[in-house]
Structures are given as C-alpha cells and as structure tokens.
C-alpha cells in the first residue's frame, strides 16, 4: 500500500531533520522505539489520536503525513 510507505517515510524524514532518535520522538508522542522503528519501516500503522499527535508535534497537516498532499503546513 503506498499511502503506508509515504506515511512511514514523512515520519522518518521529519524525525530526521528534528535530529531525534527513535527513542527520543516515542517519548515525546508515548510511544515505544519499537512501535517507532515498525511505522518508519511500514510495517505498522498507528491510531488516529498518535496520527493527530505526530502532526501536532511535527507542525505538519495529517494529508501530509498521510501522503494526501505534497504541502507540509497545515491550512490555516
């Protein structure tokens, strides 16, 4: 499924550019580095609350992280 692959990919990328571990962005969402580790590889999706808090905490728009959108901010 592509939109998972894109889904898995924007969560790597924009935890990348915050220089932040696996560990270090599951504490701050609470989540596990393990359930970290799965959503980057795409093997695993995650609820809709964790979406809206990944979103939040990345200042990104749920179209972006779901690949619905190429635009990273949220419309305002």
């Known amino acids: 499924m592509k939109e998972l692959e894109i889904f898995a ?11 932040m571990s696996q560990r ?4 701050a969402i ?7 580790s799965t ?3 795409g093997s695993r999706t995650t609820t809709l609350e964790k979406l809206v808090i990944l979103a ?4 990104v728009s749920t179209d972006y992280l779901l ?5 990273p901010a949220p419309r305002t």
């Open 9 to 19: 990919e924007r969560v790597h990328m924009l935890r990348k550019q915050r220089g």
């Open 24 to 27: 270090e962005l599951g504490e």
């Open 30 to 36: 609470g989540l596990s580095h393990k359930s970290i």
């Open 39 to 41: 959503i980057e590889s």
């Open 56 to 59: 939040r905490f990345f200042q």
């Open 67 to 71: 690949g619905l959108c190429e635009e």
